[in-house]
């Protein structure tokens, strides 16, 4: 397009024959009745798009929405993409029943700007254009469009278009550029065929950016296609942006593939679902509470479907109050966090009368999961969700905080429907302001979640020390299956409780700093025997049974001895069945370095003979000194492991 554009949209909204549509052609030029029903009744049935040119060149976006009761479903698929409403009411009608029910919609969609057009002031006396006017000002009191100008305007005579025209431009300019970071996404309004295209479809493209080569996937469906050519506002363009009303040309997918309510988007991040989680809001003029697991329908982008509100805090939802609900739909759609949506219903949410307006919110979650009432940790975060939702940094730290373990970058990417260059580029930012830390393997982790773990870590300790107070401390492996946390978080969180004094690593046991084994002078004398058996044994100790028969005790309270002089570094348990003194394993080491010096290799027999013992020592010996990496087994030879590679000398 010639003309810069400004990618926000402007929306009609108002009762039926209150002169919308033609206030749009009077705007734009742009006839948006285009169905041939539309023209025969003077009635508008679908929405209508079309670009309007401001007193700055730039150009936006319009959408004209049904105002008759009988497509008040089109008026809420039209509503979904607004940013300033249009609110128009006839100066020979003043307010009507839709008037108040578009008002209630566009309050529960979001929509926070707006201008008021009071049209057909030529068919009224100035008296009564005046009284409609006071009207006004009193029916929008309390609600978005209480400060919004009320201009007077002729769609026959052009009389006060001029004033109506530069409020509507102060309104646009007032009203920031949608974002255009995230993957992109569209709720589709209209599918169609074009000979010699194909397959289009178009809607106003709720985030991101797409190009003509970009390949969108049909959700739900799970169809995809790619951009042959797209026009904005029914021009060509080479991209389409969140807040524009996009048509894309699309191949590889059918028509019968498609329809109004499905979502086309980037990647496959984005999947059906049926349970969501939102905070509804009741409208005040609703006469009876909304109970638990009614039924209703649910409009959210273009779609609508039945659906049972599920509470998820008390038994029922009175007028004019909010809650958090679990909307279980009767169908999947393609529905993202961040989304808003309005419920209709019978008055009083029950079955029978009337179906209308009743209340509405915005999307939390999109767990998929049937959640319970009353749950307190659900309830903290989903209200957490709502409180973040419109930042992309907090949004991507609190779905790492929440996932209570390490994420990669493109996990996250796809956790929050972002591009894997936008996620990565949050996480740096929350790296740089300590929200978030890197894990030895390249992962993320909320600060939160490594505290937590610290927590946990402290509390499995003080447990330990508590049930057994011979020992030192619990083996470093074996912590991590006490914490239930995975190896990343875990080695953060014991690194920054050793640096802050709280914990201590002696030999290979953890212990609560200050902690002392409690050994009475029994056991000590005990403790002093067994040792001086197996450092006297040197490479070829005594067994379990035979250390049990010479000091007299029970092998179960030898196992207890060795095990806290294995916790002290005295000892260590080579396999199940040998203990060796530290010093023996230490000599042990420098005999396989020394015929790593001479050959870089060795076999086991050589290594049995080098130490002048049976293989009943020399092949424990050499499986521990596997485990802990100074050699690695190659066939029948044994080769350098990292820990010899890294010893000092």
């Not at 409009?299 to 609508?304: D, F, L, R």
Request: aromatic share 4%; proline share 4%.
């Amino acid at each position: 397009m010639s003309s810069p554009r400004k990618n926000i949209m402007l929306g009609t909204a108002g009762h039926v024959d209150h002169g919308k549509t033609a206030l749009v052609k009077l705007l734009t030029g742009c006839e948006t009745d285009v169905l041939a029903a539309e023209k025969e009744r003077g009635l508008t049935i679908e929405l209508g798009f079309a670009p309007c040119r401001m007193s700055d060149e730039r150009i936006v976006g319009i959408v004209d929405v049904p105002g008759h009761v009988d497509f008040i479903r089109n008026m809420v698929a039209g509503a979904h993409g607004v940013d300033v409403v249009i609110f128009v009411v006839a100066a020979d009608d003043g307010v009507m029943p839709q008037t108040r029910e578009h008002l209630d919609i566009l309050t529960l969609m979001g929509v926070r700007r707006g201008v008021v057009a009071v049209t057909k002031i030529d068919m009224v006396d100035a008296d009564l254009r005046e009284l409609v006017t006071e009207e006004l000002g009193e029916f929008v009191k309390g609600t978005f469009l209480e400060a919004a100008p009320i201009c007077p305007v002729s769609n026959v005579t052009g009389e006060g278009f001029e004033g109506f025209f530069e409020e509507l431009n102060k309104a646009v300019a007032a009203c920031e550029q949608r974002g255009v970071s995230g993957l992109f996404r569209q709720w589709i309004e209209r599918v169609f065929t074009i000979r010699g295209f194909g397959t289009v479809v178009s809607g106003v493209a709720s985030s991101g950016e797409v190009r003509v080569g970009d390949r969108l996937a049909v959700v739900p469906g799970g169809g995809s296609g790619r951009v042959r050519c797209l026009e904005v506002y029914g021009q060509e363009a080479d991209l389409g942006r969140a807040g524009e009303c996009v048509a894309l040309n699309l191949t590889d997918v059918g028509q019968d593939e498609l329809a109004r309510g499905l979502v086309v988007c980037q990647g496959d991040a984005l999947q059906p679902v049926s349970m969501v989680e939102a905070e509804l809001r009741l409208l005040e003029a609703v006469p009876a509470p909304l109970k638990d697991y009614a039924e209703v329908h649910v409009h959210v982008g273009t779609a609508e479907a039945m659906a049972h509100v599920a509470m998820l805090t008390g038994e029922s939802l009175p007028p004019g109050l909010s809650a958090m609900v679990q909307l279980r739909l009767a169908r999947p759609l393609g529905v993202a966090p961040g989304e808003r949506f309005v419920i209709r219903a019978g008055v009083g949410g029950m079955a029978g009368g009337r179906v209308t307006t009743i209340g509405g919110g915005r999307v939390l979650g999109v767990s998929n999961v049937r959640l319970r009432r009353g749950r307190p940790w659900t309830l903290a975060s989903l209200a957490a969700r709502g409180e973040a939702i419109d930042s992309p940094p907090d949004w991507c730290a609190l779905n790492l905080k929440q996932a209570a373990r390490a994420m990669g970058a493109d996990e996250l990417a796809r956790q929050v429907l972002m591009h894997p260059a936008e996620a990565a580029s949050m996480v740096e930012r929350l790296l740089a302001d300590g929200v978030v830390v890197r894990t030895a393997g390249g992962g993320f982790v909320h600060r939160d979640v490594v505290a937590d773990a610290g927590r946990q870590i402290v509390e499995t300790l003080e447990q330990f020390h508590a049930a057994n107070p011979m020992r030192v401390g619990i083996e470093e492996d074996e912590l991590p299956g006490h914490i239930g946390q995975e190896a990343g978080v875990f080695e953060i969180a014991l690194a920054k409780l050793t640096d802050d004094g709280v914990t201590e690593r002696r030999g290979s046991v953890i212990a609560l700093a200050g902690r002392q084994a409690r050994v009475s002078a029994a056991d000590q004398k005990l403790c002093q025997l067994v040792e001086s058996a197996l450092r006297r044994g040197h490479l070829a100790p005594p067994a379990l049974a035979e250390l049990a028969e010479s000091s007299g005790e029970s092998p179960a309270r030898i196992g207890e001895i060795i095990r806290l002089l294995a916790d002290q570094g005295a000892v260590v348990q080579v396999d199940e069945k040998v203990v060796m003194h530290r010093e023996a394993v230490e000599a042990a080491a420098e005999v396989a370095l020394k015929l790593f010096a001479k050959d870089g290799r060795f076999t086991t027999v050589g290594f049995r003979d080098a130490l002048g013992v049976s293989r009943r020592f020399a092949v424990p010996l050499l499986d521990y000194f596997d485990t802990v990496h100074l050699t690695v087994r190659s066939g029948s030879q044994r080769t350098p492991g990292a820990a010899a590679r890294n010893r000092p000398g």
